[in-house]
Each structure stands twice: as structure tokens, then as C-alpha cells.
């Protein structure tokens, strides 16, 4: 099956700093999205994102379907940005149905 | 208007009970999927609903069952509950035809004791 590798494994920011979070996958995909988990539990999406650049405020994702990578950018980090942000994949050819592979995590803190 | 809700949010339970999570979804998704996120985090799927149907079983162990009775609600029983099951339960849906996103409901902790 299709391998999700997440890097780094973990990120240490003072507020205000910026940082990029990166997701390589080993095959082609139908879908990929970026998820925030925060420190209640709850699985926040944040990006759909198979291939293109999308911004939603400080955030902002691009994904090179060619080159088998995403890359998640967070500008002016806040406290509440803590948490751990998955990339997870859809591998392509007809028989996933949606199903959802996940990288290990990238854990974020954020202190003030 | 929660999109993918699940029942209940915290399950102690003790070993070689049995128990149930509900799962339902008001987004009109014809696909739903239950996922196991264990204590380092990791995510995995373990089985895969499409209007009703079962489309995929991770090898998980058959004490566990899903069960959907219409494609708006997908249902986890866990029979003989062991000390490895402890774990956060996650369902979703997505509409698979689409393409689109999937939207995961807020998480069932299980502490097996």
C-alpha cells in the first residue's frame, strides 16, 4: 500500500513564527488532506488538496501530484496552532474508496 | 449542525464486556468509515461502509462489527473488550464517487480497565 511520511516529527515555535510542514507519498492520489488534531482530540480539516495551492487565512498548502509531496505552510503562529497535523492520502486506481492512509503526525507547540 | 456526530465521547468499560458506538452523518454521504487512532497517534482504518455495503475490513479482529443500518449511520460493536482495545475510536464520511474531503466526527476515547 501507499507509504505517508510526515516531516518533522516534531516543531517547537515561539508565537509569531512561521513554519512549513512537509508530506511525501510514495504513489499517485486520487485525494489529500491536511488535518489539524487539537488538544481536545477533535480532527479539524484544513485542507482538500490533491494537487494546487489553497489559503485559508495563516494557512495556506500546496501539493505537487508530480513530485509526491504536499507541503503545509503556517505564517504568524498562534498558541492556539498546537497540536498535531496529519497529511493523509487516497492512493489512486479505482479500488480505495476513499480510504484514507495517514502519515505518523507532526506534533506543534507553540509557546507565547 | 454537527456534520458526523458519534456516542458517546468517553466509553470505561471493563475487560470482556461488550459495547456499541454510534456513528451517523447528516451530509448525505453515501460512504462511512470507521478509524482506530492508537497511543501514539497513529491513524488507521478498519472498515469501510458504501450504502450499507461493507467495501473494507483491515483485518481487524472479528470481535469487532460494524453494522449500518441506512448509509446515514455506521455502528461499531466490540464483543469480549481486551486491555488492547483501548484506544480513540473515529468515524467519517466522504462521498466517494466525488472525491470529496471526509469529515470525521469528534472522536469515542475507549478505556478498557
Known amino acids: 500500500g501507499i507509504q505517508v511520511e510526515q516531516s518533522p516529527p516534531d516543531l517547537i515555535l515561539q508565537e509569531g513564527a512561521n513554519s512549513t510542514l512537509r508530506c511525501n507519498f510514495s504513489d499517485s492520489v486520487n485525494n489529500l488532506q491536511w488535518f489539524h488534531q487539537n488538544p481536545w482530540g477533535q480532527l479539524i480539516n484544513l485542507f482538500y488538496i490533491p494537487s494546487g495551492t489553497k489559503q485559508n487565512g495563516r494557512l495556506s498548502a500546496t501539493t505537487v501530484a508530480t513530485e509526491r509531496y504536499s507541503l503545509l505552510y503556517i505564517s504568524s503562529s498562534q498558541t492556539t496552532d498546537s497540536g498535531v497535523y496529519f497529511c493523509?492520502?487516497?492512493?489512486?486506481?479505482?479500488?480505495?474508496?476513499?480510504?484514507?492512509?495517514f502519515g505518523q503526525g507532526t506534533i506543534l507547540t507553540v509557546h507565547p | 449542525d454537527t456534520a458526523v456526530s458519534q456516542t458517546p465521547k468517553y466509553l470505561v468499560t471493563q475487560m470482556g464486556n461488550d459495547k456499541s458506538i454510534k456513528c451517523e452523518q447528516n451530509?448525505?454521504?453515501?460512504?462511512m468509515y470507521w478509524y482506530k487512532q492508537d497511543s501514539k497517534k497513529f491513524l488507521k482504518i478498519m472498515f469501510s461502509y458504501n450504502n450499507k455495503e461493507l467495501i473494507i475490513n483491515e483485518t481487524v479482529p472479528n470481535r469487532f462489527s460494524p453494522k449500518s443500518p441506512d448509509k446515514a449511520h455506521l455502528n461499531l460493536h466490540i464483543n469480549s473488550l481486551e486491555l488492547g482495545d483501548s484506544a480513540v475510536y473515529f468515524c467519517?464520511?466522504?462521498?466517494?464517487?466525488?472525491?470529496?474531503?471526509?469529515?470525521f466526527g469528534q472522536g469515542t476515547r475507549l478505556t478498557v480497565v
Open positions: 493523509a492520502v487516497e492512493q489512486a486506481g479505482g479500488t480505495s474508496y476513499g480510504k484514507l492512509t
Open positions: 451530509l448525505g454521504h453515501d460512504t
Open positions: 467519517a464520511s466522504s462521498q466517494v464517487r466525488v472525491g470529496t474531503e471526509a469529515f
